[in-house]
């Protein structure tokens, strides 16, 4: 994994706006009702300009924008065997006092309209095909552009539970040693093909007031724990200078008056075999929280890759904001560990949300401007 050697280097969570297009072709796809070969040939163009057009803006560590994906969280439907069905969407719990905000955000950001599906049935590798069409339009498209390295999402073994509820296992204890045990092989796949691996785990934070909203404060965190045992299991003899791990409370606007605080989470957090961390440090909710990790007791070798923008605001951040928050956190660990980042995906799912595709990229752009100023003064 890289480090900030001569400059701050600069990355981003993930998913990234996709072209009409592409919508299209992955919601037919979601729905069974697209021609693999029309839907291949979108996804494989769609990489390629993403991978392109990250470079152009100045990205030093690029994905492949989850083209590929219609949802961070229910992918995993095609490649594992037990999943069915679908599920409505629990209500958040800041939220629930509020239907006309959720009715007018609704207007905004369009529907889901995405699978959530829940397990039905014992849990295992089905088909790694479309992973396999993943990494080969990523690996294909760095080569192209000719960049060092670049990052592949796959979802944690606890994202996996908290987006698909259990209606087969007898306990979410055996659900989730099922679902570790079966996503193991994707995550030595995108190791294996030169990729740094980047767990999604919005089940150590968010979960707290979505999917596991009815467990009290002491219960998550019991599962939580659990989680990250999970996770390492799967993981397995991964070098954790090959894993990032990315937390977040939901990439949605709303109050978030309900969110676990970071300092409730990251000594679990911290349990996680990965190298680098993620997280949330921009957006009014967390931005305060930079003094949590200034007085936590870090690894020697941790990477702190902080949100230095918001990804639920067409605002676009001055650089000089962004330069101030990463030299924040290069005063804690110093600035070779520091990675600049977003606070999650400007894509989260396919057709859904109410970010501006042109004003993403500006905001990543102003991403590589700040890093820019607080390396001239991080380096001087």
Same mark, same amino acid.
């Given at each position: 994994? &890289? ?9 981003h969570?993930?998913?990234? =706006? ?8 992955? /919601?037919?796809?979601?729905h ?8 291949e040939?979108v ?9 392109? &057009? ?5 990205i030093?560590?690029?994905s492949?924008?989850e ?6 969280s229910t ?10 069905g679908?599920?409505?969407?629990r209500v958040? $719990?800041?939220l ?5 905000? &959720?009715?007018?955000?609704?207007r %905004? ?14 849990v295992?590798?089905?088909? +790694?095909?479309? $992973? ?8 294909d498209?760095?080569? !192209? ?6 990052? %592949? ?5 606890? /994202? ?5 509820p ?9 659900? /989730? !040693?099922?679902?570790?045990?079966? %996503?193991?092989?994707?995550?030595? %796949?995108i190791v ?6 980047? /767990?999604?785990?919005p089940d ?13 404060? =002491?219960?998550?965190l ?21 894993? &990032?791990l990315?937390?977040c ?5 709303g ?8 300092e ?17 440090a ?15 007791? $870090?690894?020697?070798d941790?990477?702190?890759?902080p ?12 650089? !000089? +904001? ?6 924040r956190?290069?005063?804690i ?17 396919a057709?859904?949300g ?14 590589v ?11 001087r």
């Open positions: 994994m &890289r480090t900030s050697q001569d400059h701050i280097l600069t990355t969570v993930g998913s990234l =706006p996709r072209d009409q297009e592409l919508v299209d072709a992955l /919601l037919a796809k979601d069974g009702g697209d021609d693999p070969s029309h839907y040939a996804v494989s163009k769609a990489v390629h300009e993403v991978v392109a &057009r990250q470079k152009a803006t100045g030093d560590i690029p492949d924008g083209a590929g994906k219609v949802a961070y992918y995993m439907m095609d490649r594992l065997t037990g999943f069915g679908d599920n409505e969407r958040a $719990l800041d629930k006092d509020y239907p006309e905000f &959720r009715k007018k955000m609704g %905004m950001t369009g529907k889901q309209e995405f699978r959530r599906a829940s397990c039905i049935g014992p295992a590798v089905k088909d +790694l095909s479309p $992973l396999e069409f993943d990494i080969g339009n990523l690996t498209s760095l080569a !192209e552009s000719g960049i060092e390295e670049g990052f %592949m999402n796959s979802a944690s073994p606890g /994202l996996v539970t908290a987006f698909q259990n209606k087969y296992y007898p306990s979410h204890e055996a659900y /989730l !040693e099922a679902v570790a045990e079966a %996503m193991a092989r994707e995550y030595r %796949m294996d093909a030169g990729l740094i691996l980047q /767990l999604d785990c150590l934070a968010m979960a707290r007031h979505i999917a596991f909203q009815d467990l009290d404060e =002491p219960a998550f019991r599962q939580a724990t659990l989680h990250v045992e999970a996770m390492n299991a799967a993981l397995g003899d991964i070098p954790r200078e090959k894993v &990032r990315h937390i409370w939901g990439n949605y606007e109050p978030h008056d309900f969110d676990i605080p970071v409730k989470i990251l000594p679990i957090v911290l349990k996680a075999n990965a190298q680098a961390l993620l997280f949330e921009a957006n009014a909710r967390h931005e305060h929280e930079w003094t949590v990790w200034a007085d936590a007791k $870090l690894p020697d941790l990477i702190l890759v949100g230095t923008v918001d990804t639920c605001s067409n605002y676009v951040e001055h650089p !000089e +904001l962004i330069a101030q928050r990463i030299e956190y290069a005063g660990v110093g600035r070779e560990r520091v990675i600049a980042g977003t606070d999650c995906g400007f894509g989260t799912f057709g859904y109410k970010l501006d595709g042109g004003i993403a990229y500006k905001k990543l752009g102003a991403l401007q700040g890093a820019a100023i607080a390396s001239k003064r991080l380096w």
